[in-house]
């Protein structure tokens, strides 16, 4: 299904690259759009994970650089039935983290420093399964995707409104450019948070299976989107595109659950988890591929 939902995406986005072709230079630059998408969706399946982990200066963790983190990593991969992923770390204040990969041998899990220093064991381990279930729906994939194609189509409605284009080969003229310039990043932005949005509650469930603690992601929440409000992330600033990918929104304001966020409303997801708790509904979530183990202490 995800693979329907992948391909869905890659077409969505390869039409809004040719209408902001056509909105700056007509049928001649919807022809160069095409052309550009078509390397766009080659460049972002192969690469777009190195791109975005690239966009955020995350460096690889080794078990001799980070040994409890990578165990801790390990031990969760294991219970999840899933492959060792890489391990990146981002020296940034803003506690955070992502997941990215187009399947799951070839994932990365990346997390702030940020986050090692202000959640507790158990806390963090929430966070760290929170982020191998979206590796485990195979949500990394369409998420990176649309980061990095969303980030594309704004540069050329941007370059098409500084070179003019549009004045002598739009049919709308420069009302064309402005549209695209308007237009394009708005719908490409619509697509990252319908993705996100319906993304979360459901990796937040499976994590918590896999943690087997829903209560100490929920705590993990709380302390990263009260620190994440007041600290500026300088690289997620500079790429807005991959803001959706990040456990909690990683930009300044945007904490609403509503069209113009790219989260569901941090909030709205404690209260699921608390109630998962209550009733015990995420042992249903521990099926028979996930392994029991026991979750090693990470020092800071």
């Known amino acids: 299904m995800n693979a329907v939902k992948t391909m869905m995406l890659l077409a969505g986005l390869t039409a809004l690259f040719m209408g902001a ?17 078509i390397g766009m969706n080659a ?8 791109m975005v982990l690239r966009m955020h200066n995350a460096q690889p963790v080794t078990r001799a650089s980070q ?6 990593v390990e ?11 890489a391990i990146y770390l981002i020296q940034d204040d803003q506690p955070n983290a992502f997941a990215t990969g187009r399947n799951p041998e070839n994932a990365a899990v990346a997390a702030t420093t940020g ?29 990176t995707i649309a980061a990095t194609v969303a980030g594309a189509l704004s540069m050329l409605a941007q370059f098409g409104f500084f070179f003019r284009g549009g004045n002598q080969r739009s049919p709308l003229g420069f009302v064309g450019v402005l549209l695209a310039v308007i237009l394009a990043p708005m719908a490409a932005m619509i697509i990252q948070m319908m993705i996100s949005r319906t993304r ?5 469930r ?20 009260g620190r994440a409000a007041i600290t500026e992330m300088a690289s997620a600033e500079a790429n807005p595109a991959t803001a959706h990918m990040f456990i909690v929104n990683p930009l300044s304001g945007a904490r609403m659950d509503n069209l113009f966020s790219t989260h569901p409303n941090v909030e709205n997801r404690i209260d699921a988890l608390v109630q ?19 979750i090693p202490t990470v020092r800071r």
């Open 115 to 143: 986050i090692l220093r202000i959640l507790t064991r158990e806390e963090l381990a929430g966070v760290i399964a929170h982020e191998l279930a979206h590796i485990k729906n195979r949500d990394t994939l369409i998420m």
């Open 206 to 225: 499976l994590g918590a299976a896999i943690a087997r603690d829903p209560l100490a992601l929920a705590g993990a929440l709380r302390k990263i989107s």
């Open 21 to 37: 072709g056509w909105l700056i230079g007509g049928t001649g630059g919807m022809v160069i759009a095409l052309v550009i998408a």
């Open 67 to 72: 040994p409890d983190l990578y165990r801790m």
């Open 75 to 85: 031990e969760l991969s294991a219970n999840a039935d899933l492959p060792m992923p």
């Open 276 to 294: 998962m708790a209550e009733d015990g509904s995420f042992r249903d979530l521990e099926a028979s591929s996930m392994r029991s183990t026991s």
């Open 200 to 204: 979360e509650y459901s990796a937040d």
């Open 43 to 50: 460049l972002a399946f192969w690469n777009s994970d190195k």
